[in-house]
């Protein structure tokens, strides 16, 4: 077998394996993505009502609260960036970081200090190189997340709203995450979680066509926004998480079936030169049969004379 044959035959070999695990994770992906979708579908109805309470108890009330108050010149903003533990998802987590930078300059040009939080291996490494200041960071459960990881990343972030900003709290909270639209869509967005936008959820509703419901507040309108701003930012987050993890699932299915089409198209080729390395060398081993052949037929006519 010729040098250049077995080169092409050892690379078909490589690819084909290639294929195989990028087959197998194009699979495992797509079956995740169900399962992730039953998850965002699940915890939509509740962090729905929980938002309605929190408009209600603060439009039926004169209470001032960091969850519903907005201050006349905020000078400090906290960002929670959600990106991924792991790659091969294509540009999941780099639109994700891009928003986060769009997000930064626009809080920048308003004169706001920017807190940054991150969820994900990637994002923190992203600044890390960078040598950029992060408050604090999560990774480890990016594309399966519970809501105890919800709670632990919401604990910090409520802290600081409730700080004030000489004491280094924040005014707002935004969030950045990548929102699934469906298995072939995915946007990165960025929300501002508070102070919640009372006028913004009043015309959801209306058009929706929906009545916000009457509660009676006990001890006050104050406690009852003081329990419920935990379960508000924690639900929050985690219907962030899960959408954000159904949209790494679908980017890193999209990507291995991508690499997989690839590589089917890369064996056709390297098949195809393989086939005119070896039609080559045959050609070549008839040539030096028939002229070998010619030489001792001239040879033998030579003799006989």
């Given at each position: 077998m010729g040098a250049q044959l077995r080169v092409y035959k050892r690379r078909i070999q490589a690819v084909t394996a290639t294929k195989k695990i990028t087959k197998a994770m194009e699979m495992i992906a797509a079956s995740r993505i169900v399962k992730a979708q039953r998850k965002v579908a699940a915890s939509k109805p509740y962090a729905t009502e929980l938002t309605r309470a929190v408009t209600a108890v603060a439009t039926g009330s004169n209470a001032k609260h960091p969850l519903t108050t907005e201050v006349e010149a905020p000078t400090r903003a906290a960002v929670l960036l959600v990106t991924s533990d792991r790659g091969l998802a294509g540009g999941y987590s780099s639109n994700a970081i891009k928003a986060a930078e769009r997000l930064r300059e626009r809080l920048a040009s308003e004169g706001k200090e920017v807190d940054t939080y991150i969820v994900g291996r990637?994002?923190?490494?992203?600044?890390?190189?960078?040598?950029r200041k992060v408050e604090d960071s999560w990774t480890g459960f990016t594309d399966n997340p519970a809501y105890a990881d919800a709670k632990s990343?919401?604990?910090?972030?409520?802290?600081?709203?409730?700080?004030?900003?000489?004491?280094?709290?924040?005014?707002?909270?935004?969030?950045?995450?990548?929102?699934?639209?469906?298995?072939?869509?995915?946007?990165?967005?960025?929300?501002?979680?508070?102070?919640?936008?009372?006028?913004?959820?009043?015309?959801?509703?209306?058009?929706?066509?929906?009545?916000?419901?009457?509660?009676?507040?006990?001890?006050?309108?104050?406690?009852?926004l003081d329990a419920l701003l935990p379960r508000y930012v924690e639900s929050r987050i985690y219907n962030a998480l899960l959408q954000a993890a159904a949209s790494e699932h679908a980017a890193r299915r999209r990507a291995m079936k991508s690499a997989t089409d690839n590589?089917?198209?890369?064996?056709?080729?390297l098949s195809r030169l393989a086939n005119?390395?070896?039609?080559?060398?045959?050609?070549?081993?008839?040539?030096?049969?028939?002229?070998?052949?010619?030489?001792?037929?001239?040879a033998t006519a030579g003799s006989d004379k």
């Open positions: 990637k994002g923190v490494a992203y600044y890390g190189f960078r040598e990343i919401a604990a910090p972030l409520i802290a600081a709203i409730q700080k004030d900003t000489a004491e280094g709290g924040v005014d707002e909270l935004h969030i950045v995450f990548t929102e699934f639209v469906s298995m072939m869509t995915q946007n990165a967005v960025d929300d501002r979680m508070l102070p919640l936008s009372l006028d913004e959820v009043a015309k959801e509703s209306t058009r929706k066509g929906e009545i916000l419901p009457l509660f009676d507040f006990e001890p006050s309108a104050e406690d009852v590589a089917g198209d890369l064996i056709k080729s005119a390395a070896r039609q080559a060398e045959i050609t070549q081993e008839i040539s030096e049969i028939v002229g070998g052949a010619s030489a001792l037929a001239d």
